[in-house]
């Protein structure tokens, strides 16, 4: 059974960093593809970045490219987002989902296998 586990949310001010980890285990990731999505209120999951265990690619929402950085560490099985200068608007609930086998449609909700639990961020203005 493939469990993901979040950590690094918070309470921060505009223009601050933060750094998020998604830890997974249960099995072998090397065709897998790690992404993370974000909810806010009243509003639909979307998603932020992603990346492919294999090579590294890296994919980004346009509202995160040159602020937010995915990284992975394959030996830990773990993936990183590294956020900063962060906004308001950057405010919701934030999700690192596995999709086992890497596809093209690695912006897509459905396309992902396994979901964390969520890790809240606020950013105050």
């Known amino acids: 059974q493939v469990q993901l586990v979040e950590s690094g949310g918070g309470l921060v001010q505009a223009g601050d960093s933060l750094r998020l980890s998604c830890a997974a285990s249960?099995?072998?990731?090397?065709?897998?593809?790690m992404g993370w999505f974000r909810q806010a209120p009243g509003k639909e999951r979307e998603f932020v970045a992603s990346?492919?265990?294999?090579?590294?690619?890296?994919y980004y929402a346009d509202s995160v490219k040159g602020r937010f950085t995915i990284s992975r560490d394959n030996a830990k099985n773990t993936v990183y987002l590294q956020m900063n200068s962060l906004k308001p608007e950057d405010t919701a609930v934030y999700y690192c989902?596995?999709?086992?086998?890497?596809?093209?449609?690695?912006?897509?909700?459905?396309?992902?296998?396994?979901w964390g639990q969520g890790t809240q961020v606020t950013v105050s203005s």
């Open positions: 249960g099995r072998t990731f090397s065709r897998s593809i």
């Open positions: 989902a596995l999709d086992i086998y890497y596809s093209d449609t690695y912006y897509s909700t459905p396309s992902y296998d396994y």
């Open positions: 990346i492919k265990f294999s090579d590294g690619r890296t």
